[in-house]
Structure formats: C-alpha cells, structure tokens
C-alpha cells in the first residue's frame, strides 16, 4: 500500500533538513531562512495529518490514553 | 541526545528478495566507506571542531548518516526475507547466514568485520576535514 501521507512528510522533512544543512554554514542567509519557515510549516501540518492516521513518531509524543507508540509498521519493514 | 523518528529518510520497498545484491550492499552499512563509519567519523570528530558552524554541521551530518545507516540496514533486511536453503546456498549467502542467519551484521563485502580503523579523529580540525574528503567525497564519487 502506498502511502502518500508518509510521502509527503518525507519529502517536507527531507528539504527541511538540506535547508537546515545550508543554514548551518550560511546562518545569515534570508531566502533559505525564509525556505526553511515554509518547510517547517508544511512538516508540522504532514506531521500531524500522518501521526492522527498512524500513531506516534517519536516515544514523545504519544497523546492518547493508551501507549499507541509500539504499534503500527516499524519503518524497515515495507509495507509487506 | 538524541530521538528516534519511527520513520525511514525515504522509503525502502523490495519487491523481490536477492541475497546476492545483498552481500554487495551490506558494505554501505560496515564497510570502509559505509555509513556507520561516516556517522561515526562525523560525531567523533565534532569535539574538536573549534567553531560554531561546523560544531553544527558536524552534528547534523553525523545524524543524518545514522537516518542513511537505517535506509541500508532496511534494504539488506528486505533483500533477504523469506529465502529458502536453496536460495541462500545458490546466491552464496550461506557463508553470511551460518554465522548470522539473516540478523543485520556490520561488516564490509569481503566480510570483514566493522572496524573504527575505517575513519580517523585526530583531534585537529583540518587533519579531520582532509580525511572527510577523502572519506565521503573522492572514494563514492569515484564508485558511482
């Protein structure tokens, strides 16, 4: 099964990490600043949309009242 | 310190096992220029980076290569899931999975054990970088 959510956030995080990158040797840099704040943004959102449908990402943040992280596809499995 | 994201970088999906191809890309996990030695050349090598934007790089880099470590370890998984005696014996898995089974080991193609011999820390910010060119420059541009 294909998983466009998971996709998406992968993609937003990916880019915001390169930017996050390129930050770190140009921290005065505005447009990749600004780029930085746009995938920020676009993360978070794909970041809750993916966790309301699949649980946790991390051990910290799990919200519910029971401990959803454990369950679920761990990421090395594929969707086998 | 770190957290662990319950996600891949970017997604790894075999379709068809193959341990073959697995015994050549288990060396992107322990081999000389896999990504366990990366990670670690990066993250051994931070304490003694001087300034700040590089103290950074460093960090993130050596992390990121963790997040590749994973990749590599997932495709080696899924590479040799559900193979048959026939299939490791044909594909010469065997002499891997008599001490392994199909348990992730680092180690390089010639099943050489992972060893931090594979990256150096010298405690001298240019010395380290020199050897970071070397590492992850020259030698995977020149494979590929």
Same mark, same amino acid.
């Given at each position: ?17 390169? +930017? +996050?990158?390129?930050? *770190? /040797? ?7 600043? /600004? ?7 676009? /993360?978070?959102? +794909? ?14 943040? *799990? *919200? /519910? ?16 | 310190?770190?957290? #662990?994201? @319950? ?15 697995? @015994? ?21 090598? %931070? ?5 700040? %934007?590089? @103290? ?32 490791? @014996? ?50 995977? #541009?020149?494979?590929?």
């Amino acid at each position: 099964m294909h998983d466009d959510v998971l996709t998406q956030l992968q993609m937003y995080d990916f880019a915001l990490q390169e +930017a +996050a990158l390129f930050l *770190n /040797s140009h921290p005065h840099d505005k447009e990749a600043l /600004s780029y930085y704040r746009t995938m920020q943004c676009c /993360s978070k959102q +794909a970041r809750e949309e993916y966790e309301a449908l699949h649980g946790p990402l991390t051990n910290r943040e *799990n *919200n /519910s009242c029971s401990w959803e992280y454990i369950h679920g596809k761990w990421p090395w499995e594929g969707d086998k | 310190m770190w957290v #662990y994201e @319950k996600k891949l970088q970017f997604p790894v999906q075999i379709e068809h096992p193959d341990p073959s191809f697995a @015994k050549i890309v288990i060396t992107q996990i322990g081999g000389p220029d896999g990504e366990l030695s990366a990670s670690m050349r990066y993250l051994n090598q %931070r304490y003694a980076m001087p300034y700040d %934007r590089v @103290k950074a790089m460093l960090t993130d880099i050596g992390t990121e290569e963790l997040a590749h470590l994973e990749m590599v370890s997932a495709i080696v998984y899924q590479l040799t899931r559900n193979l048959s005696v026939d299939e490791i @014996k044909k594909a010469g898995f065997d002499a891997y999975y008599v001490d392994h089974t199909t348990g992730i080991w680092p180690q390089a193609a010639s099943g050489a054990p992972f060893t931090s011999t594979y990256f150096q820390s010298k405690g001298d910010p240019i010395t380290d970088l020199m050897e970071d060119m070397a590492a992850d420059g020259a030698a995977l #541009y020149d494979q590929h």
